[in-house]
């Protein structure tokens, strides 16, 4: 692996969407059967990963995907959503409560970004916070592979931060669904494993 050195105060562990109601089995997904074991997998192994980024300096930011509740309560879902996820109802992905929180596996974050697209810089702070905090390297991580995560890294790309997706810290619905996102980014990022990213944390 020849990802460089990193600059520990001005680098993010970017977790795209580990949340409750994605992985949790009593979330939105879970209770619908929308489970995968590659997701699952996802909080144990990003948790030495996003301890020894925090204990040397640099930081950990959350993007939590929202459903903005409308009158009534009602969650505003786009349509190709509400076709391609007809189980999610009111409560599901809500601010403030439980299914829309990071999983406790990962928790603290230093920074906690709502998002209501796949891309994270989508109408929201992201870009304001980074820069503000002086964040110019991003290890992303996170669901799923082939939406949230690259688009997010696209986007991260254009803005000019410097990115490593971690291959292995990512997860899909499926095995070639995931190969294949890991693979489509490789012109906008550089694809190395949580070992990898490990290394370079701990020998900065």
Not at 45 to 50: D, I, K, S, T, Y
Not at 101 to 124: C, G, H, I, M, N
Not at 171 to 193: E, M, P, R
């Amino acid at each position: 692996m020849d990802g460089g050195s990193v600059d520990l105060a001005r680098t993010a562990l970017l977790i795209v969407d580990l949340q409750n109601d994605f992985v949790h089995p009593d979330g939105a997904y879970g209770r619908a059967g929308q489970t995968a074991e590659m997701i699952a997998a996802l909080p144990e192994r990003l948790r030495p990963l996003a301890e020894a980024l925090r204990a040397r300096g640099g930081f950990v930011v959350s993007t939590q995907f929202t459903l903005v509740p409308g009158r009534g309560g009602e969650p505003m879902i786009s349509p190709h959503l509400k076709e391609l996820r007809p189980f999610l109802a009111k409560g599901d992905f809500e601010p403030g409560c439980w299914g829309h929180r990071l999983v406790d596996t990962l928790q603290p974050a230093d920074f906690v970004v709502e998002k209501v697209a796949y891309s994270a810089f989508f109408q929201s702070r992201m870009e304001f916070v980074l820069k503000k905090a002086g964040i110019d390297t991003l290890f992303v991580c996170g669901i799923v592979t082939n939406g949230g995560v690259a688009s997010t890294v696209r986007d991260a790309h254009v803005r000019d931060f410097r990115t490593f997706v971690l291959s292995d810290g990512c997860g899909a619905f499926s095995q070639a669904t995931h190969d294949n996102a890991i693979y489509d980014l490789s012109t906008v990022t550089k694809a190395i494993t949580v070992a990898d990213a490990l290394a370079m944390v701990t020998g900065a």
